[in-house]
Nanobody
Framework: QVQLVESGGGLVQAGDSLRLSCVVS????????MGWFRQAPGKEHEILAI????????HYMNSVKGRFTASRENAKNTVYLQMNSLKPEDTATYYC?????????????????WGQGTQVTVSS
């Protein structure tokens, strides 16, 4: 059983930074594709970054490119999302997700395991 636990969310001001962590247990993340998502109230899940399975390649969505940086630390079985220059529109619940079925899963339904989410609130 694969379990994901996010942490690092909080209430910050516009322009601040946060680093989210996602600790994975049960399997090594080196054999999984990982994704970072967010969901704002009343909106669908939005994919932010994809950490390609078995590679160091990371793909970002345009909405966060240049501000957010994802990374994985295999030794700690943890993935991170460094978020800089936060804006009020970044307010959402942030999730990490994992799958070993796809190399580069781009949609929510391709992910098999999800964390419980961590809330990020950015005030103006």
């Amino acid at each position: 059983q694969v379990q994901l636990v996010e942490s690092g969310g909080g209430l910050v001001q516009a322009g601040d930074s946060l680093r989210l962590s996602c600790v994975v247990s049960g399997r090594s993340i080196s054999s999984y594709a990982m994704g970072w998502f967010r969901q704002a109230p009343g909106k669908e899940h939005e994919i932010l970054a994809i950490l390609v399975k078995g590679e160091s390649t990371i793909h970002y969505m345009n909405s966060v490119k240049g501000r957010f940086t994802a990374s994985r630390e295999n030794a700690k079985n943890t993935v991170y999302l460094q978020m800089n220059s936060l804006k009020p529109e970044d307010t959402a619940t942030y999730y990490c997700a994992a799958t070993n079925r796809f190399m580069m899963p781009t949609i929510r339904t391709q992910y098999d395991y999800w964390g419980q989410g961590t809330q990020v609130t950015v005030s103006s």
